[in-house]
């Protein structure tokens, strides 16, 4: 990727450049749009491992509360289906899912059906990932999992 020196564009853009970097760094300090230069090519990409580890449910059980869709407190084990959370895998669905805190987020029975239904909500998905669990967010890997580069976040 060829990068345009910062003095060559707008100073309106490059302000937004700058925020932007500053502003979606991963828990390794890794810039959301920084992760393409990191990782090169597709083609070169390593091969990844799934990681298959139920802990990493019950670690997301016992630390979220709230719902990341829709910010609303829910109850892992309630009976009412709008109450009620579940793990959301961002990338791998039920097939090759990969069970890894940066991989999963709680959300509600409804908002999962909606996330699921939805492709184009992808970006919005990865902004509410960083926002909510900016300590467990790591573009690299998530990248990895996608296989291909992430879509451009959509903030709120």
């Known amino acids: 990727m060829k990068r345009t020196p910062l003095n060559a564009v ?9 925020n932007s970097r500053d502003e979606f760094r991963d828990c390794h300090g890794v810039a959301f749009d920084e992760v393409q230069s990191l990782l090169g090519p597709v083609r070169s990409w390593p ?4 990681v298959d580890d139920r802990d990493v449910i019950v670690r997301v059980q016992r630390t979220f509360v709230n719902c990341f869709w829709c910010n609303e407190r829910g109850d892992w084990h ?15 669905g039920s097939a090759g899912r990969s069970d890894e805190l940066t ?18 909500l992808l970006g919005r998905v990865l902004y509410r990932k960083w926002l909510l669990d900016r300590m467990c967010t790591n573009w ?10 992430l879509p451009d976040l959509i903030t709120e």
């Open 10 to 18: 707008s100073p309106q853009r490059a302000i937004k450049r700058a």
């Open 103 to 120: 991989n999963i987020l709680p959300v509600h029975r409804p908002c999962h059906d909606l996330i699921q239904s939805d492709s184009k």
């Open 78 to 92: 309630s009976q009412a289906r709008h109450l009620q959370l579940d793990p959301h895998h961002i990338f791998g």
């Open 140 to 149: 690299v890997r998530l990248s990895l999992l996608f296989g291909r580069f």
């Open 47 to 50: 091969r990844i491992q799934r």
